[in-house]
T-cell receptor, first 112, second 111 residues
């Protein structure tokens, strides 16, 4: 059984560039979540999908952020016009509805 | 919305001792409380969870207790080992949707 996978694991980008991250959930899970974690803090919820439908978005998800899950399998998170404040670990998790969430290894973003 | 507070922020114990981490939550509608262990450079790993219809749950050296009236829950690790050293996060959840995390406890187990 493969767990949640994320790609890339690390990304360094210059301020103003666009970046895209990918998450592949556990295959039979139809819920997929994105969280952001800054140094020394717990993960903070960004958004989640049930199948291809995006059901909730946090106020943290500004209009520079967009997430998709077009076929209800993998998901992408895009950040446009990155800012230094976007530097963080971006975590993906998946679950069955009403069940525990399993996290991937995260993508660490550094904006210079 | 839900707010989860966690303490202590750091905890140092000797190998073999017990460790206790405590969390409080604000939303009385929260009904699911997982605990995650996070090692450096890795994603959070679910170690134990408890639902609001249960007061205590054990899994080998790890136990979680829940007091719904007081709105607090605790993680207990017995016979600690150096490999238990990590950051531990509690979380609360309403309706099994988004998780709201505490700020974490850095546990250091010294040999």
């Amino acid at each position: 059984d493969t767990g949640v996978s994320q790609d890339p694991r690390h990304k360094i980008t210059k301020r103003g560039q666009n970046v895209t991250f990918r998450c592949d959930p556990i295959s039979e899970h139809n819920r997929l979540y994105w969280y952001r974690q800054t140094l020394g803090q717990g993960p903070e919820f960004l958004t989640y999908f049930q199948n291809e439908a995006q059901l909730e978005k946090s106020r943290l998800l500004s209009d520079r952020f967009s997430a998709e899950r077009p076929k209800g399998s993998f998901s992408t998170l895009e950040i446009q016009r990155t800012e230094q404040g976007d530097s963080a670990m971006y975590l993906c998790a998946s679950s069955h509805p009403g069940a525990e969430q399993y996290f991937g290894p995260g993508t660490r973003l550094t904006v210079t | 919305g839900e707010n989860v507070e966690q303490h202590p922020s750091t905890l140092s114990v000797q190998e073999g001792d017990s460790a206790v981490i405590k969390c409080t939550y604000s939303d009385s509608a929260s009904n699911y409380f997982p605990w995650y262990k996070q090692e450096l450079g890795k994603g959070p790993q679910l170690i134990i969870d408890i639902r609001s219809n249960v007061g205590e749950k054990k899994d080998q050296r790890i136990a979680v207790t829940l007091n719904k009236t007081a709105k607090h829950f605790s993680l207990h690790i017995t016979e600690t080992q150096p490999e238990d050293s990590a950051v531990y996060f509690c979380a609360g959840n309403t309706g099994f949707q988004k998780l709201v995390f505490g700020t974490g406890t850095r546990l250091l187990v010294s040999p």
